[in-house]
Each structure stands twice: as structure tokens, then as C-alpha cells.
């Protein structure tokens, strides 16, 4: 992706993330007072460069290298805690937190005290009412045999300052509908239990970060951050033909961009457009990628 050595690479990036974040702090963006970037970013290209997939720092670009980074740092997220990692799709490096880091981003929101979710399966009793209009947790009751059961739901509880719970359920219909549009459904197929968490998790924080008052740079990076996981509808031709570039990985070698001729019958593919974090240069357009996490259920 470049002339220069990894290690030249590496501190290139590394200061230009330093830098946009020192600007961004003197701008009101508060890192957790326990946080260290430098830790922090040395984590990510050391799990960059030893990816399963090869190293990333090879693969993709540096604008997107950089700018994955810059979403690692803002939220205040760590390689080394497991609560993000980073996904290639074709030439482009996405971060995508883990179901700890959602946890520990909502944390840093100065309303909230705890965040949990939980998994309802077949044969729990689980009943919800509505108190001055908000949903509320009457009662959950499972047990240790029900565990091997199907999946009929999950929710998640953010807990504020001031004890005040807020819920956020979903059906299992729900949970579906929101893999469905996943640019990856390998993991959510072999991890269920947790994956539904997380999703909950990001449906909850989704609601809740958008109400908040804390740093708007903060906010737009755990959303730009939740959105790095999902298509939009210009997107699903594309996710077929990832599948499918996935199920053959191991039988041929693939040009990325492999010329073909389009029949009259088949339905063009739409360009797929991300909403990134600040660039640090332009970034192109088509994305073709691997699958996240796999062996990852977080």
C-alpha cells in the first residue's frame, strides 16, 4: 500500500493520530483519565500486524489505517482489553468495538452508571410493563437448563447516576433483522448468546448517545463506530458478492477487482458509501472484505 518500511509507516501514523487528537482535546475532548494513546495505539498495530488474515498494515490503506485509529482513541478503547478490533474490507481497515468496549464507551457518558444485557430463552418467564409511558424490567426468571434453549430475545439495562434504569428489549425477529443487515453473519451463526448481547447493546447505545450531552466528537465516533457494522440498502448486492468471494477464498486466487462482463438480466451493483471519521484523505469508493472476527464472539 506504500514505499515506506512498516516502522516508518507506523510512526507516520501514529503521530498524525497523536496530533489530531491533541487539537481534539483542546476542543473539550476528554480521554479517560486513565487512558494512555500511546498504549493504546502500539496495541492496535501490533494486532494489526499480526492479524489472522495477514498483516492489515500491508493491506490497507493508510488513510484508513489512521483513521480507525483515531476512532480507537477518541472512545478511549484498547486491542489489549479486547474491546475493539479491526476488520479489512478490501483495502479499507474499519475498527468495530467488542461487546466490553460498547460497555466501557457508555461508561464514559456522564449519565451512566452501569450497563448489562441479558439473554432470554425458551421457558424463561419474562414480563415487562410501562411505567409513565417507559418500558421497565416486572421480572426475569430462567434457569441453568433453559441455557441450552433457543434464543426468543435479549435486553440490555443502562443504569444512571441517579438509579434510573433504562431498558431496551428486543425479539429474536428484532435481533434477526438487525444481523440481516451485518456485513458479516458467520460470527452472530457461531457465537448466538453473545452477539445477541451485543447487539441489544448497540441498539440501547444507539438510543441513549444520541440524547446525551457529553462531547460531540465522542458521540459521532461511537456512532460512525456502531454504523462501521451495517449496510444500507445500496449495500446488500455487494454483501452477496462478499459472501461468495468468502465461500471461494480458499479454491483460487481473486483479482479485487475482477473484470466481468454484466448480463442484461442481472441487477447492477450499487456503490457502497461509508460515513467515516474525519478523513485524513480520500478514501475510494468500492469495498470488498473479509469477514470480522470470527473466531471472535466480542
Given at each position: 500500500m506504500t514505499n515506506q518500511t512498516p516502522a516508518l509507516l507506523q510512526k507516520d501514523i501514529t503521530d498524525q493520530v497523536t496530533k489530531k487528537v491533541q487539537v481534539m482535546q483542546q476542543d473539550g475532548l476528554a480521554l479517560p483519565a486513565s487512558y494512555s494513546p500511546a498504549n493504546a495505539l502500539k496495541s492496535a498495530f501490533f494486532a494489526m500486524t499480526n492479524a489472522q488474515g495477514g498483516n492489515l498494515i500491508e493491506k490497507c490503506t493508510?488513510?484508513?489505517?489512521?483513521n480507525s485509529l483515531l476512532d480507537m482513541v477518541i472512545q478511549g478503547l484498547s486491542p489489549a482489553k479486547t474491546q475493539c478490533y479491526?476488520?479489512?474490507?478490501?483495502?479499507q481497515l474499519k475498527m468495530t468495538r467488542s461487546y466490553f468496549g460498547t460497555q466501557a464507551v457508555l461508561k464514559r457518558l456522564?449519565?451512566?452508571k452501569d450497563v448489562w444485557a441479558n439473554i432470554i430463552y425458551q421457558g424463561d418467564e419474562f414480563e415487562t410493563d410501562?411505567?409513565?409511558?417507559?418500558?421497565?424490567?416486572?421480572?426475569?426468571?430462567?434457569?441453568?437448563?433453559?441455557?441450552?434453549n433457543g434464543i426468543i430475545g435479549a435486553y440490555c439495562i443502562i443504569e444512571k447516576t441517579d438509579d434510573t434504569q433504562v431498558l431496551t428489549v428486543m425479539t429474536k425477529k428484532e435481533i434477526d433483522a438487525s444481523w440481516s443487515q451485518a456485513k458479516t453473519k458467520n460470527v452472530q451463526n457461531k457465537f448466538p448468546q453473545e452477539m445477541a448481547k451485543r447487539?441489544?447493546?448497540?441498539?440501547a447505545a444507539k438510543a441513549f448517545v444520541n440524547t446525551s450531552d457529553d462531547s460531540d466528537l465522542l458521540i459521532e465516533a461511537i456512532n460512525n463506530t456502531t454504523a462501521n457494522e451495517y449496510q444500507d440498502e445500496s449495500e446488500r448486492k455487494e454483501a452477496e458478492i462478499i459472501d461468495e468471494i468468502d465461500k471461494n477464498a480458499n479454491s483460487e486466487v481473486?483479482?479485487?477487482?475482477?473484470?466481468?462482463?454484466?448480463?442484461?438480466?442481472?441487477?447492477?451493483?450499487?456503490?457502497?458509501?461509508?460515513?467515516?471519521?474525519?478523513?485524513?484523505?480520500p478514501e475510494p469508493d468500492r469495498v470488498y472484505g473479509e469477514g470480522p472476527g470470527e473466531d471472535d464472539p466480542y
Open positions: 493508510p488513510e484508513s489505517i489512521a479491526f476488520v479489512p474490507y478490501g483495502n456522564t449519565e451512566v410501562f411505567d409513565h409511558g417507559r418500558e421497565v424490567l416486572v421480572k426475569h426468571k430462567s434457569s441453568f437448563a433453559n441455557k441450552d447487539t441489544v447493546i448497540n441498539r481473486l483479482d479485487p477487482e475482477p473484470p466481468r462482463q454484466q448480463k442484461k438480466s442481472e441487477p447492477k451493483v450499487a456503490e457502497p458509501v461509508f460515513d467515516d471519521m474525519p478523513n485524513f484523505g
